[in-house]
């Protein structure tokens, strides 16, 4: 019978690939907690190194540096978000449903700890990681559309909005759904309460319902 250990490693004692993507997402998870808790600037390779539980040429395997490493946890977030936002997307339920459930969950995202942290960072440095700043957010609509470009896509198929106004409406709906709401977090305001997240949602989308009324 092999032991636990023996099962985590291949032929020739390379870790397995069930073992990689374990300890891929260990190092993701310790430098996400670090980049929150103290920033870019303040968090060093060798900090989440330690916090992963490994050495720091085991994590420069996997990553060239710390822009590489702060990247891949942006973009695993982003994926996160687009996931779970494409299941309420697809979802059955009226116009308002959809739309509030959806605004429920983008508005509970942007205003957690993590990414009012990363929206920081992201601000303060983008300009030295073009790379990223053109996969999270495109100039033009991308070959594979995100959640909320998917849902007015789908709105467009429906017949419910001009397909030429998709683009328009995604920007304008993130606008309304995050955009003050973000900035003053971004600022030190006091966290949002639920019961005004709430009320900020169902007001965001019912505006947004009567202004894109055909």
Avoid: C, W
Avoid at 139 to 162: K, M, Q, V, Y
């Amino acid at each position: 019978m092999q032991t636990r250990k023996s099962q985590t490693r291949s032929h020739g004692g390379r870790p397995s690939l069930e073992a990689a993507e374990l300890l891929h997402g260990r190092i993701l998870d310790a430098a996400a907690e670090l980049f929150t808790k103290h920033g870019y600037a303040g968090t060093s390779i060798e900090a989440i190194a330690a916090h992963a539980g490994i050495g720091k040429l085991t994590l420069y395997r996997r990553f060239a540096d710390k822009d590489a490493l702060f990247q891949a946890v942006v973009l695993r977030m982003a994926d996160r978000s687009h996931a779970a936002l494409g299941k309420i997307v697809e979802s059955e339920g009226s116009l308002d449903e959809v739309l509030t459930a959806t605004a429920r969950h983008l508005l509970g995202i942007i205003l957690s700890a993590e990414s009012i942290a990363f929206h920081r960072i992201l601000f303060a440095d983008a300009a030295r990681m073009p790379e990223l700043r053109t996969r999270i957010a495109p100039e033009n609509p991308p070959d594979r559309p995100d959640a909320t470009h998917s849902l007015f896509l789908r709105l467009a198929e429906r017949g419910l909005i001009r397909s030429e106004d998709v683009v328009f409406l995604d920007q304008q709906y993130i606008h309304a759904i995050i955009g003050k709401p973000l900035r003053k977090a971004l600022f030190g305001a006091p966290p949002m309460t639920e019961r005004a997240q709430e009320e900020h949602v169902r007001k965001a989308v019912a505006l947004f319902l009567h202004g894109m009324a055909k």
